[in-house]
């Protein structure tokens, strides 16, 4: 009778806590999010001031391991106010319409040393494709974990330049996202 | 043939094409510049600009060389029939041509800095940042590039004008300068 009781309470705590990676919590200010475009032969780069998202990461867990980014695409800015007005707009990133971009990966997986790979989905503008976010797992300690890592996608795929701007000669096709992300485990 | 150092009497052959290269340069740059400032945003007038900061950028080494050539060389005479004040003054028209020959490109190096555009000399190199990517310099450096280039046409009509007047007063001075 005890053994059952004890056997009904594990089922229930896993269904209650299913067996998960560990939760972590986005420290914003440590934390930035970027990208670089290559317009007449010369980057140009903007930041995402506010991001925020889910990460369940062990990497003793990876199969468990999880990542839900959302980004606030209102919060673009860069160091030229009419390059960041225009991205903007509904030719580009149109953020009036499309003021979130996810990127969701439940496939992480290690590539070597602390080097990881996260495949998954990327929703940006009204298109959603897949997207493969490679980072370095910098830091990982009780306290804290540092991340940094890069994407590469093709801007034109997600419709990010519309009509005259589907021309990649004067603003290339690649768009490279880079990303340092610190964070703390969320409290139990 | 002409040679290839000045001389009292006229400007030889590396002089005579420095001229004539900047010339042409400048002159369409500025006719590209303000032009392309008045386009709408779109990849036209990126790659306009894109043009423009190169060749801005060529021009700048050239007038580097040009300055250490001429400091190299004889500067040919002036004829005596010029009264003092107007040597005077082809001295002051020359020194501005040679201060906003460098300040022009500077100016807009400085600009596209403070914009965060770095300049690419035609996708071979890019030039470093002067500055930081800053709102505000940017603003003060396009308003200054602009200001140097309503300068530089004025004294490039003076330039003209003045060869001009000495034409007409059968003062041998433009033929100083032209490759035959």
């Given at each position: 009778m005890v053994k059952q009781w004890i056997a009904l309470v594990g089922i229930i705590n896993m269904m209650a806590f299913p067996a998960m990676a560990r939760i972590w919590v986005i420290d914003k200010d440590k934390s930035i999010l970027s990208f670089n475009a290559i317009q007449n032969d010369a980057n140009v780069s903007g930041t995402f001031e506010n991001?925020?998202?889910?990460?369940?990461?062990?990497?003793?867990?990876?199969?468990?391991?999880?990542?839900?980014?959302?980004?606030?695409?209102?919060?673009?800015?860069?160091?030229?106010k009419e390059m960041t007005d225009t991205l903007k707009k509904s030719d580009w990133l149109a953020v009036s319409n499309f003021p979130k971009a996810v990127f969701e990966s439940k496939e992480v997986t290690l590539v070597k040393d602390k080097h990881y790979s996260a495949k998954g989905m990327l929703t940006l503008r009204d298109q959603t494709l897949p997207l493969t976010v490679e980072f370095d797992l910098d830091e990982y300690a009780d306290t804290h974990a540092s991340v940094k890592g890069s994407a590469s996608l093709s801007r034109t795929a997600f419709g990010v330049g519309q009509g005259e701007w589907k021309d990649t000669s004067s603003v290339k096709d690649k768009v490279v996202v880079t990303f340092i992300i610190d964070a703390t485990p969320q409290a139990k | 043939m002409l040679p290839i150092n000045n001389s009292n009497q006229r400007y030889g052959l590396v002089s005579v094409l420095f001229h004539w290269l900047m010339a042409i340069l400048i002159v369409v740059m500025l006719i590209l510049g303000l032009y392309m400032a008045t386009l709408p945003l779109g990849p036209d007038k990126l790659k306009l600009y894109g043009l423009h900061k190169a060749w801005g950028a060529i021009i700048l080494g050239l007038v580097v060389l040009r300055f250490l050539w001429k400091l190299s060389q004889l500067t040919p005479l002036l004829p005596s029939s010029m009264k003092k004040w107007e040597i005077g003054a082809a001295k002051i028209g020359h020194a501005a041509l040679y201060v906003l020959m460098v300040a022009m490109p500077l100016s807009g190096w400085m600009m596209s800095s403070a914009a965060g555009f770095p300049v690419s000399v035609f996708g071979w190199f890019s030039l470093p940042n002067l500055v930081e990517p800053d709102s505000e310099l940017k603003v003060l450096f396009a308003e200054i590039h602009e200001s140097l280039a309503f300068a530089l046409i004025a004294v490039i009509i003076g330039h003209v004008g003045a060869v001009i007047l000495h034409y007409i007063r059968k003062e041998p001075i433009l033929q100083r300068m032209l490759p035959w």
């Open positions: 991001f925020d998202g889910e990460i369940n990461f062990d990497p003793k867990k990876l199969n468990e391991s999880y990542i839900n980014i959302t980004v606030d695409m209102v919060s673009l800015t860069s160091s030229y | -």
